[in-house]
């Protein structure tokens, strides 16, 4: 499991200031700014209605991260 917290914090790191798409393991999946990528969460910008929130998510609840 440590091995895919690295994976996803060094992808993350890429992705900083990007639209992402973020899945996690619960079936949830978020699209927004990554705003933050810390030593064991990430922080995205979403918009709900018509106002910008943020988001932690933690990595160890991330199934994968990608480009939107």
């Not at 890429?14 to 949830?28: A, E, H, T």
């Not at 910008?52 to 939107?68: G, N």
């Amino acid at each position: 499991m440590d091995g895919k917290i690295i994976r996803l914090r060094r992808q993350a790191r890429l992705f900083l200031n990007r639209r992402v798409v973020v899945v996690l393991f619960d079936g949830r999946v978020f699209t927004g700014r990554l705003v933050i990528v810390r030593r064991n969460f990430i922080v995205i910008r979403v918009r709900r209605r018509n106002v910008f929130i943020r988001i932690r998510i933690p990595f160890i609840d991330i199934k994968d991260i990608d480009l939107a």
